[in-house]
Structures are given as C-alpha cells and as structure tokens.
C-alpha cells in the first residue's frame, strides 16, 4: 500500500504535487506537511501535517502515524535567499535530507524523491547544452548543498541500497504557488506585472539565458521518474532535465505579442551574478533513454497559460 508524504508541501512545487499525487493515488494516502501551521487551500483535500524536517523525532512520528513508504523532499532554501542565510540554508537543506535518508536506510520508508537544481553547476561548468556529466563548481550556497545533496543521495544508494531520485530542475514556472526567493523568479514575477497592466523592473539583464520549465511539465517528470521500474534508474545522483531556455528579452517579446502595450526596465541586483553562473541550456539526454522523459511546454504555450490563469485561477499564495 502506497502511503506518501510531501514535505514542503506549501511551497511552489508542493503545492502542485499534492494536488496531482492525490488525484492519482487518492486523496487519504497523500499526506501534505510543511513546517507552517496554517493549511493552504490548495491542500485541505487530505492529511495535513505540521512538521519542521530538521526534527528528526517529529518527522519520524509523522511518517509512523501515517505508515508512509515514500517520501517527496522539498523543503529547503532557494538561491537568493541561500545566499542572505548561509548557515541556515546549509542546515536546512542537508540535515532534512539526512533525516528522510536514513528513515530508508532503515527501512521505515522505501522511496525517496529528493530534487536537486542547476545551481549544482558553476561559472566552469560549459553553458550550452550542459551535459550530465561536466565539471561542477557551484559559486553559490544553494548549489554547495545541492551538489553535496547529490552526492550523498549517490552514496545511501549504492551503500545502503537506499531507493532515492531525483531531478536537477529548472527555474519552474507556475500561477498557483508563488516561488520564494529563487534566481529564476523573474520568470514568473513578470506574468503578475503584464498582467496588472505595469511596468516590470527585472532583476536580471535583457541576456541573461537560463533553462525553465512550466510547472505541469515538472509534475509530470517528477512523478514518472517515481513511478519508473528501480532497474531503468540508472542515476542515483540526479538527473539534467532541460524544459526550456530563454532570456527575459525573450519572454517578454512573447507576452508583447498578446499586452502590446507591456513595458520592461533591467535593474539587475546580486542574482545576476548567480544567473552567470549556470547554464543557459541543459541536455537531458539520460532522462529521455532512462524513463521516457519528454516535455510538452515550450515558450509560446507557457505564456499563454500563465497570463490566461496569473491572478484569475488557482491563486493560492
Ligand atoms: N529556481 C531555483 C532558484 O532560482 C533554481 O533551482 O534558486
């Protein structure tokens, strides 16, 4: 019997998850936890359960109540606010990953999902088409833990024979859930100004490529990569997905062809420097051979969506 918990669950891709792991699985064998004590909207459709990953009593009180065998990690600090709290953003991101890891390690849990980023990547790492393996010398606090992360997944995996995934996302794109303190938020930031009818001041300059991708595509990967046979995941580390690359001149060129008369200014502040840092485009060969990975979005469908739903559907901050 399946029983999966998500952790983080009121943040920009929990808030999604829940909702489509409970559709597929049920809504009672999907228990929503966060460390915030008021439930969102979005996820009063089941379980709820306040829970501060870091403490490892209560987490493990969690899952024995609700004898969860898989657990969907999502709690930590993004890049700009990893770079304000190092300390605690190091804390954060690695000790809620050694508590789920050894729950499996032990055995309480069969299933881990846990997601890395394209900050693991640094200024050395070759920026077009980046491939899965390269040099890897993250600049940024946020990156240290993913890529740390990433390794220690690799290692639970091939020494306890710990049953973990994950994925390297892209900056994710959605209206539902807002992104909190990450380089890629411009992205969607821009959506709620085009639509409000004002000027947008971006934070990063007209060139600035990075890989993104819309949030249902994400879902989507997140939740066949778990759902795979064990023996098609070959990387237990995490794996490059690629979505889509664009510049913020370039989105803003694809909202203008629907708000004419949308206007930008750039104003980049210290994410620019984070930005130069990854790549701008990302091959995901191995996701595509390993699991089937192929996703559905590109830039024009993306914007149409966003600025169909942004501040009329599904808002639930
Ligand atoms: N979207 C994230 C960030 O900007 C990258 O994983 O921090």
Known sequence: MKKIMVIGASGQIGTELVVALREQFGHENVV?????DTVKEALKGGPYEQVDVMDNEALKAAVNKHAITEIYLLAALLSGTAEKHPEFAWKLNMEGLFNVLNLAKDKVIKKVFWPSSIAVFGPNTPKNNTPQYTIMEPSTVYGISKLAGERWCEYYA??????VRSIR??????YTSLPGGGTTDYAVDIFYSAKRN???SCFLTEKTALPMMYMEDAIRATISLMEAPRDTIKIKSSYNLGGISFTPEEIYAEIKKSKPDFEIEYTPDFRQKIADSWPSSIDDTDAQNDWGWK??????????????NVLDTGINV
């Open 32 to 36: 929503a936890s966060d460390v915030k």
């Open 158 to 163: 091939k020494q306890y024979d710990v049953d």
């Open 169 to 174: 996302y892209p900056g994710l794109i959605s």
């Open 198 to 200: 004002e000027k947008y």
């Open 295 to 308: 996703g559905k979005y590109n830039l024009e469908k993306l914007c149409k969506i966003m600025l169909e």
